[in-house]
């Protein structure tokens, strides 16, 4: 059975169930907005803030990917990642144009292993691209924070996230 969540109101479903607390986080390869592959999710000495989005381009994921790039810019210990479909190229010149310095934009257009975690839309306009959904990953590679945003057409709790890390 998978998971739902809503599109300007409809529901629309997950391919899978996003991953909750207690959950390893599997490792998946993305790549960077300078075509690097990273692979988030594996135990590291850092936290991760897994930030999955729909789209960079689209102005709630622009402000949420803004707010954060704020917010994390004096915590230590973490790394922060904000994940899309986007190609690359695009993440590249959006990063450029907003100043995002204190976070890794990246993409799982290559590999989709995102899927893995449970967040990839299924269906509707947006099917293919990811969930507006956060991940905190502690430092043995399990999931100790999820955040599954009801509505994708709306910001996620930053204070929350934040007071979980």
Not at 31 to 53: F, H, M, R, W
Request: proline share 7%; charged share 20%.
């Amino acid at each position: 059975m998978s998971a739902t969540v809503n599109f300007k109101g409809n529901p629309i479903h997950l391919i899978g169930t996003p991953l909750q607390p207690g959950s390893i986080a599997p490792p998946s390869t993305v790549v960077t907005k300078d075509l690097q592959e990273k692979v988030i999710g594996l135990p590291s000495g850092k936290k991760q803030i897994i930030i999955a989005v729909p789209s960079l381009d689209t102005g709630v994921c622009e402000k949420e990917t803004k707010v954060f790039n704020e917010k994390v810019q004096n915590l230590s210990n973490v790394e922060v990642f904000v994940i899309s479909m986007d190609l690359p190229f695009a993440q590249k010149r959006f990063c450029e144009s907003f100043n995002i310095a204190n976070l890794t934009v990246a993409s799982d257009f290559r590999y989709r292993d995102m899927e893995k975690w449970g967040i990839v839309i299924a269906e509707g306009p947006l099917k293919g691209c990811l969930a507006r959904v956060i991940f905190i990953v502690n430092t043995d590679g399990k999931i100790s924070y999820t955040q599954v945003v009801p509505e994708i057409a709306q910001e996620p709790d930053y204070d929350d996230v934040l007071k979980n890390i």
